[in-house]
């Protein structure tokens, strides 16, 4: 017993919260892909600050790696039981559920954006607030082979991961505190997530006031 405390209390606390914190995000973000819910932006934002803030080498690095694989391994399951569902009356419900988290406008813009630009649209989804639904749907609507998905969910999942972790960063450098640079990147990760309702919202009003 004396050897396992004496273990315990050398190891830093630096590294007992990486131990901790990597697996934590990992299975949040994978979580959150699989159940479109969970605010995964909010939460690479909010490592990255950690990060930041952190004395490890290649924590950012770490954060980079973690949140990107997650969401890669996510989208990967999620499209996968889609194509199920669309096969299976036993898989149908995660096709449901996709149909009814993608409004009928969104869904017909995707689909006309996927038969024009292809894979293209994939690789920019994630970096449209509530855009990766509806894309995805659009895939599976389309047929897209597992493999295509793959070669376009890869870079777009990399680039939401940078994306998100540069807002944190942004939101890191300009507080001393973590918890306030956590503040800020929660803040603007909402505001982001709510600037396409805001906007669905006002333009059927300025459009009516301009005729």
Do not use: K, N
């Amino acid at each position: 017993m004396t050897l396992v405390g004496e273990l315990v209390r050398s190891v830093p606390p630096e590294s007992t919260q990486q131990v901790v914190g990597y697996p934590s995000l990992f299975l949040l973000v994978v979580l959150g892909s699989l159940v479109p819910v969970v605010p995964t932006g909010a939460l690479v934002s909010s490592a990255a600050v950690v990060a930041f803030h952190h004395t490890a080498p290649f924590a950012l690095l770490m954060v980079f790696v973690v949140a990107s694989s997650a969401a890669f391994l996510g989208d990967v399951g999620l499209y996968s039981l889609g194509r199920r569902g669309s096969h299976s009356p036993h898989g149908s419900r995660w096709l449901a559920r996709l149909r009814a988290r993608a409004a009928p406008d969104r869904l017909a813009r995707a689909q006309h954006q996927l038969r024009a630009h292809g894979v293209l649209v994939l690789v920019l989804s994630r970096l449209v607030p509530a855009g990766r639904i509806p894309v995805m749907l659009a895939c599976l609507l389309a047929a897209m082979p597992l493999r295509r998905f793959v070669r376009g969910d890869l870079p777009a999942c990399l680039a939401w991961a940078a994306t998100y972790q540069l807002i944190g960063l942004l939101s890191g450098s300009l507080f001393r505190s973590a918890w306030q640079g956590v503040a800020m990147a929660i803040a603007l990760t909402v505001l982001l997530g709510a600037a396409p309702t805001v906007w669905r919202r006002i333009r059927p009003a300025g459009g009516e006031g301009g005729s």
